[in-house]
């Protein structure tokens, strides 16, 4: 338990400063309404919204929304759902964001995964590169739930200063 919050994720609730809130396992993100959004997205992100998101390519990883670059998008979730603000400002203050490039076979990805369409980004990356120095639109990549990054398949880690010098 950590700062007086408890996850119980086989019971389906969260404790927090004597306060229960119950999960719902077939949330689907978009379902709620305004009344139990919060909850109803936090269960998402527990339940159903786990894989590993990357690029295939981008312009500046950095660059992408939900301030994902300065904190975890859930811990912010959490922080909002239980009113407790304290948990996005003390994660800023006491963390660093880091970048971690890393390489699979393809058959590993979710998306994209076929070869036809994976060779239409590559080329399309290449010629950004050749004519305008990098890339010029974000390719997302996605890893299904039971698929993991092993540390002899992470190319390299940067933290987010490093990361603004390599693209730069």
Known sequence: MARGIRFDVSKGEINANGAVYRLNRNASGA?????DALLEYVSWKLY???PICGFLCTPNALAYGGNVNR???FLNNISKLLNRPDLVREWEADTQAYIVKFGL????YEAPN???????ILLQAAYDY????????????????????????ILTIYTAEEYREYIS
């Open 48 to 50: 159903t919204d786990f």
């Open 31 to 35: 379902s709620a309404t305004d009344d």
């Open 130 to 153: 050749i004519f305008n120095g990098g890339p010029v639109c974000d390719v997302y990549s996605f890893l299904p739930p039971h698929i993991r990054v092993e540390p002899n398949e």
């Open 105 to 108: 076979p393809l058959g590993k």
């Open 114 to 120: 076929d070869r036809e369409r994976v060779g239409s």
């Open 71 to 73: 904190r975890p998008e």
